[in-house]
């Protein structure tokens, strides 16, 4: 809850400092902003994982394909913002590169959701 708080301050902040940049650019502070929190959300969901008793079962729960599909995802595309400038007219091997980036990625992402979905076990609470 923390990070989403300092998240959300982060981001008003700098909506409030810089209006003009939120609504006309897409800036890599919000991107790396994004892919920091959602590093270290992971990232804690993983060590809380390896520390409990249900490290037996990760393989089971949908959470566990999920969250990896999302990291790598941003592993993988998160580079690419760095290179944003080249994004023009003038350079399309770069623009069909960064395409294809895309394009694979999403396809890695998606892929990880659809067998998550197929191999996890559903977890029914009885009340």
Same mark, same amino acid.
């Given at each position: 809850m923390v990070l989403v708080i300092i998240f959300s301050v982060l981001i008003l902040g700098h909506l409030f400092m810089h209006p003009l940049i939120f609504f006309r650019e897409n800036h890599s502070f919000y991107q790396l902003s994004g892919a920091f929190t959602l590093l270290i959300a992971c990232s804690i969901y993983f060590i809380e994982l390896i520390n409990s008793e249900a490290i037996n079962n990760a393989f089971k729960t949908y959470s566990f394909y999920a969250l990896s599909g999302v990291?790598? $995802? $941003? +592993?993988?595309? %998160?580079?690419?913002?760095? *290179?944003? !400038?080249? &994004? %023009? =007219? @003038?350079? $399309?091997? *770069? =623009?069909?590169? /960064?395409?294809?980036? *895309?394009? #694979? !990625? &999403? +396809? *890695?992402?998606? @892929?990880?959701? !659809?067998?998550?979905?197929? =191999? @996890? /076990?559903?977890? #029914? /609470? &009885?009340?």
């Open positions: 990291i790598l $995802w $941003w +592993i993988i595309i %998160t580079p690419i913002l760095f *290179f944003d !400038a080249y &994004n %023009t =007219v @003038s350079d $399309w091997d *770069f =623009v069909n590169l /960064k395409r294809r980036i *895309f394009v #694979f !990625a &999403n +396809i *890695f992402m998606y @892929s990880c959701f !659809a067998i998550g979905l197929i =191999v @996890s /076990k559903p977890h #029914f /609470k &009885n009340d």
